[in-house]
């Protein structure tokens, strides 16, 4: 999958998930500071991308990854790798 779709996707999940304008999301937004998101949004986030992109994220086995992401290139990043 191409990382123009899965922006578009990611952004789609934040923008109905969380009612975040559209223009708030960019890829250099951090998602805590700039989007506003605190631990148990994430804990939401997870849980909209599995759904969004069919893919299971293990909060144990993919912690120290989910624990590293900040921006939404990073987001963008991890679902790339959970694809593959």
Known sequence: MEHDE?????????AREFELDRSSIVPEADIFTDLELDSLDAIDLI???EA????????????ESIRAIRTLTDVCAFITCKLT
């Open 52 to 63: 969004e992109f069919g893919v299971r994220i293990n909060r144990q086995a993919d912690g």
């Open 6 to 14: 899965v922006f578009r996707r990611v952004s789609s999940v934040l």
């Open 47 to 49: 849980a909209g991308l």
